[in-house]
């Protein structure tokens, strides 16, 4: 059977990626946040896994604002990446696991998720730029199951829903018959606004607050509504949707392993988390 070996939160600035190609890792700016990811690197050697199943935000390379769905899943044999006009190199493509994709297609839907299927899917900086943290300068030992949650257009779907779409793809993959080891991964955030009268702010209680209750008590941060994480951690802060959706995926005891916070990369609180998915109680209350 396929087993979660648990999950890994990161920002996905794009100028993350012009750094990595101008090997700027170890200028005084960049330092605090990619030493982050040695720990990181660590895990992943020991964890070695086959698959990532990506809760990322598209950002309009794939979907725009005429047709935006609120969860998508990937069921492509390969993902490819374009110019986003961020000034960064286009990423080399990922390979998919269109199988592994459709049984969690299967399971969401059955799981009454209203999702749209993407058998041809753009992948953008929000997965490209995590991927190349997480394995800078090697072929890629993982194939993805990207799967888009809108942060992007208004309405969004709720902390709670999210949590749940996490649930229900992780029960998925553990009913999955493939002996695969697999990840998941959250991309975005913390707290960042990119533009209008509050470009550049960042809330760092408010961003601390959410990564101690992340990997514990993930519930108790269903009581803020998307205006509240607005409010809270500007308008693209509500980013940690994937965070949630992350760590709804992790069914067994879930333990902090690692965590970096830097402020910041560009306009944004630069967070990098590592959670082990334990045996436990959560995992039998599925
Ligand atoms: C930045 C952050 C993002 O999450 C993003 O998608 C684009 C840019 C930034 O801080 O520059
Ligand atoms: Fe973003």
Redesign the pocket.
Known sequence: MAKIVGGVATT????IGKAIADKKENDPYWQPFFRGFDYVHDWLARQKPDIAVVFYND?GLNFFLDKLPTFAVGAAGEYRNQDEGWGIPVSRSIAGDPALSWHVINALVNDEFDITMCQDMLID??VTIPMTLMWPGEKWPVKIVPISINTVQHPLPSLKRCLALGRSVGRAIESYPQDLRVMVVGT?GLS?Q?DGKRAGFINKEFDQLCMDKLSGEPDTLTRYTVHDVVAEAGA?GV?FLNWMAMRGALLGQVTELHRNYHIPI???AAATVVLENGEGAERRAA
């Open positions: 996905h600035v794009p100028s950002h900086h929000a975005g960042h990119l693209q980013e560009s306009n944004t």
